[in-house]
């Protein structure tokens, strides 16, 4: 199968206007901010609708603001990323990919490009659904090692990596 590479400001616009019409959309995440569980060209998601204000927990596809680790300064342009609804402050919602230690983003429901719906994780031909009961699992005991996340994604860097090394789709 051939692979074409598009920049997001082409790519994610096209999959917006798909969602928005009722679809659901299926790619390769790009990117290690969501280590361990969707690795980067290995996995897919599929995406669809938000139709109502995302929980915690939830991942998301949104336009975002880079926020500092402390502050709410806005420190870069908008991007898009696909991550993990960590906090909702009123129309705030607060963003965390699972494999990041400090960093988070900000973005409003009218930056939600899709929601998860599932991942096809590991070359499998059926996704992982999020409302499924494996999924649930795994995110909620991530959720749960947050304070200790540092040393998880090191050993799995530098061990875990080493000894099984990943396999991309060919």
């Given at each position: 199968m051939k692979t074409i590479a598009l920049p997001n400001d082409t790519f994610i616009p096209k999959?917006?206007?798909?969602?928005?019409?009722?679809?659901?959309?299926?790619f390769h995440v790009r990117?290690?901010?969501?280590?361990i569980f969707v690795e980067d060209r290995r996995d897919k998601v599929l995406l669809g609708p938000c139709n109502e204000k995302p929980k915690v927990g939830d991942v998301i596809l949104a336009s975002v603001c880079l926020c500092g680790a402390t502050t709410d300064e806005v420190i870069s342009a908008p991007r898009y990323v696909l991550h993990r609804v960590i906090q909702i402050?009123?129309?705030?919602?607060?963003?965390?990919?699972d494999g990041n230690i400090i960093g988070r983003e900000v973005c409003e429901q009218k930056d939600i490009v899709?929601?998860?719906?599932g991942f096809y994780r590991k070359g499998r031909q059926t996704p992982d659904l999020v409302t499924g009961l494996k999924w649930r699992i795994y995110s909620r005991i991530w959720i749960f090692l947050t304070p200790i996340r540092r040393w998880i994604l090191a050993a799995?860097?530098?061990?875990?990596l080493r000894l099984f090394p990943i396999k991309l789709e060919q």
């Open positions: 999959i917006k206007d798909l969602i928005d019409e009722g679809h659901t959309v299926t990117g290690f901010s969501m280590r402050e009123g129309d705030r919602i607060i963003l965390r990919g899709g929601i998860a719906l799995y860097r530098h061990i875990w």
